[in-house]
């Protein structure tokens, strides 16, 4: 009975593991969906991000142009995908780095801003521009990257900017109408929400 128990007990374990280990799609499945968040003529060009059959962070492709895209996180359901430019990546990979460090949304948020403040982390000093793809899960293959129905959002960091630099209002008042979100901070951006279901890649 005891060695039943035990192997219960194992078997039970080796399933929970197996259960929480994200299936990986290939390198190439996650270069083709990461870059759907880019403009369709920085695709080729732009350097990408994912998980190797480890599920260690990695660089899947060395590009050659301005922009950096990130592989969808496969513990996460559905697709979700983000492309934006090389000089946000300091900021980015900061933010990369804290939350492996077990720190809270909040605090990578404090600790970013203060790392801003103190020239320690560079912001660009130029509008920066930033895209994000996402689908549903039931709209997303991760065998093979064929995605339906997707849905882009656009941002564009301008640091310390605000309502009345830009002229943008602080909450949209219609679809897809720009705002500024975060003004007068190191992470000021523009926000543009096009209406679901308007942009659709395959």
Same mark, same amino acid.
């Given at each position: 009975?005891?060695?039943?128990?035990?192997?219960?007990?194992?078997?039970?374990?080796?399933?929970?593991?197996?259960?929480?280990?994200?299936?990986?799609?290939?390198?190439?499945?996650?270069?083709? +969906?990461?870059?759907?968040?880019?403009?369709?003529?920085?695709?080729?060009?732009?350097?990408?991000?994912?998980?190797?059959?480890?599920?260690?962070?990695?660089?899947?492709?060395?590009?050659?142009?301005?922009?950096?895209?990130?592989?969808?996180?496969p513990a996460q359901?559905?697709?979700?995908?983000?492309?934006?430019?090389?000089?946000?990546?300091?900021?980015?990979?900061?933010?990369?780095?804290?939350?492996?460090?077990?720190?809270?949304?909040?605090?990578?948020? +404090?600790?970013?801003?203060?790392?801003?403040?103190?020239?320690?982390?560079?912001?660009?000093?130029?509008?920066?521009?930033?895209?994000?793809?996402?689908?549903?899960?039931?709209?997303?293959?991760?065998?093979?990257?064929?995605?339906?129905?997707?849905?882009?959002?656009?941002?564009?960091?301008?640091?310390?900017? +605000?309502?009345?630099?830009?002229?943008?209002? +602080?909450?949209?008042?219609?679809?897809?109408?720009?705002?500024?979100?975060?003004?007068?901070?190191?992470?000021?951006?523009?926000?543009?929400?096009?209406?679901?279901?308007t942009t659709a890649?395959?």
């Amino acid at each position: 009975m005891k060695a039943l128990s035990v192997f219960l007990g194992v078997s039970l374990t080796a399933t929970s593991v197996l259960a929480q280990t994200p299936v990986i799609p290939s390198a190439d499945v996650q270069i083709k +969906t990461a870059v759907l968040a880019a403009p369709t003529e920085k695709r080729d060009g732009a350097t990408v991000y994912g998980y190797s059959a480890k599920n260690e962070f990695v660089v899947l492709r060395k590009g050659t142009n301005e922009f950096v895209c990130l592989a969808d996180d496969p513990a996460q359901k559905g697709l979700s995908v983000s492309c934006y430019h090389k000089d946000l990546d300091p900021f980015m990979e900061r933010g990369r780095v804290l939350k492996r460090e077990g720190k809270k949304p909040g605090e990578i948020l +404090t600790i970013r801003e203060q790392e801003v403040k103190s020239k320690k982390l560079m912001m660009p000093t130029h509008p920066s521009s930033l895209f994000a793809f996402s689908a549903s899960d039931e709209n997303y293959n991760p065998s093979t990257g064929d995605v339906k129905d997707g849905s882009l959002r656009y941002v564009v960091y301008i640091p310390y900017a +605000t309502a009345e630099s830009t002229g943008l209002p +602080t909450r949209p008042e219609a679809p897809g109408m720009p705002w500024i979100m975060d003004p007068g901070t190191h992470r000021a951006h523009i926000m543009i929400n096009p209406p679901v279901s308007t942009t659709a890649h395959h």
